[in-house]
Structures are given as C-alpha cells and as structure tokens.
C-alpha cells in the first residue's frame, strides 16, 4: 500500500489547509484504488486457475466415469451369459461347467478434487452461482454412485461366496457343481439376477453421469439443462 505523507510546512490559511486535507483525501482514495486493483487482478488470476482446476475434473470425471461404465457392461454381459448357462441345466439336464468371467481391470475412484481443494480454502466462493450449483450437483453425483458402486459390489461378494463352496481351493481351485442340489441351483440364479440388476442400476446412473459430464465440457452451465443432458440416452 502507498504511504501518504503529510505537508513538510503547517498550513497558514483556511484554504491552504483544505489543500492539504483534500492532497491527504486523494491520497488515500489512490492508495485504496491501486489496492484494490492489485487484489481484483489477483482474484481474476485465481478464478481462471480454479476455471482450469475444474474442466480438469471434469475431463477426468468423465474419463473414470467412462471406464466404469465399460466394465459394468462387461460384467453385466458375463452375468447373462452365466444366468443362461444355469437356466439350461434343468430343461436340458446339461452338467453346470465352471464359471467364467472376463477379468475387472483397476478403475479409479471418481473424485472432484480441484473443487474439493477450492471449497476447503474459501476459494470457491469466486464463482458464479450457477457454477457452483452444477459441480455441487456433480459432487452429490459422485456419493451416489459410490453407494450404487457398494451395492453391486456386495452383490458380487455374495455371488462369489456362494460359487467358492464348489471350488476345491481359492482362487485358482477347479469348480464342480454337479453335487449341487436343485435348491441351491435356484438360490444361485438368484444370487446372479441380483448382481446383475444392482450392476444395471449403477450403470444406469453411471449413464447420466456421462451426460452431465459431457455437457459440462461443452460448456453449459445452466443446472436444469445439464439435468437434461443427463436424462439423455447415452450413447456407448
């Protein structure tokens, strides 16, 4: 901040000292203007940071949200296959063979961390409120999907539990599901319908996700049309 100094001589007049209160007055407003013009640019400096920071998320968002979306296809589709294979034993006294799924590659957790970082410092406050409502959505988005992700992840520790009883060893042990009763056949395709609708689900909303992303990259801001954009079809 500019320093105002005061007149090196006592003033001698009415209008002399006027002169000096206005040269005093001015000098504050200068000093507070150029302030306040180094803390705007400033800010303007932070806020296109945190612009950046967030189309980073969001590309990155919709990345992870991506490859969950392909892997849940995947399982998905090896689920049918295996409900196909049990719902052909009865009508066809077939022998149930082992079951066979595509390995899971690593996903990573879906995360909004340059936003996360910006609302924890204060930082966040910079934006426009429309801003802030659709990456407060996106981040409502994401704990959603993660409760969505823990159910077909229970569903699947059930599926495996039960498959694990007619494997001679784990992981690796071979599987023989001739002694299993007609009973626990059913109780396995119900295990496997229930993997496989949690999975649906959470691909379904990993769908939307895909959508608002999407929309977001493409610049809209607006919360209501990037609900839209969400309840869109996806495409594959």
Not at 8 to 26: C, G, K, N, P
Not at 131 to 158: C, F, P, W, Y
Not at 186 to 198: K, N, T
């Amino acid at each position: 901040m500019l320093d105002v100094h005061p007149a090196h001589h006592a003033a001698s007049t009415w209008r002399d000292f006027f002169i000096h209160i206005a040269t005093i007055v001015l000098g504050l407003l200068i000093a507070i203007g150029l302030e306040q013009t180094v803390e705007y640019f400033h800010h303007q400096h932070q806020l296109r940071e945190l612009r950046q920071g967030l189309i980073a998320d969001a590309s990155l968002y919709l990345h992870d949200v991506d490859q969950l979306r392909v892997v849940n296809r995947q399982q998905i589709e090896d689920l049918t296959t295996r409900v196909q294979q049990l719902e052909l034993v009865p009508s066809h006294h077939q022998k149930l063979g082992p079951p066979i799924y595509r390995p899971v590659p690593p996903t990573n957790t879906i995360r909004l961390g340059n936003f996360s970082a910006a609302k924890a410092s204060g930082l966040a406050q910079l934006l426009r409120e429309d801003e802030i409502n659709t990456v407060s959505d996106a981040e409502v988005g994401v704990a959603k999907s993660e409760v969505l992700k823990e159910h077909a992840q229970e569903a699947m520790r059930k599926r495996v539990a039960f498959e694990q009883r007619f494997q001679a060893s784990y992981p690796e042990g071979a599987f023989d599901f001739s002694a299993a009763t007609p009973p626990q056949l059913d109780e396995y395709l119900g295990l496997l319908l229930e993997e496989r609708v949690r999975r649906a689900e959470y691909l379904d909303y990993l769908n939307e996700m895909h959508g608002g992303a999407t929309a977001y990259l493409q610049g809209q801001r607006d919360i209501d049309k990037i609900r839209q954009a969400e309840e869109a079809p996806a495409a594959h």
